[in-house]
């Protein structure tokens, strides 16, 4: 399924990484974005494959990371 990002996901993950640079590494950083990409894909792929929270949202949680993102499959995007 195509992913459509809400415009404002783009500044979150800029404000997310610049923290993780600031007080770690740039290292820390990218395994955090790769992490998320990952995870989005996954949405993509297999949407269904993601509880239901409330409503229509569905919400992924990331592993190593204390984020999650939330997602709706809308015809034929997530």
Partial sequence: MRLVLHPKVYSDIDEIMAYYERVATRQLADEFYAELRYYMQQ??????????????????DLQRFPYHFLFRIVGDAV
Wanted: proline share 6%.
């Fill in 43 to 60: 949405a993509g792929e297999r949407p269904e494959s993601f509880a239901i929270r409330a409503r229509d949202l569905r919400r992924v």
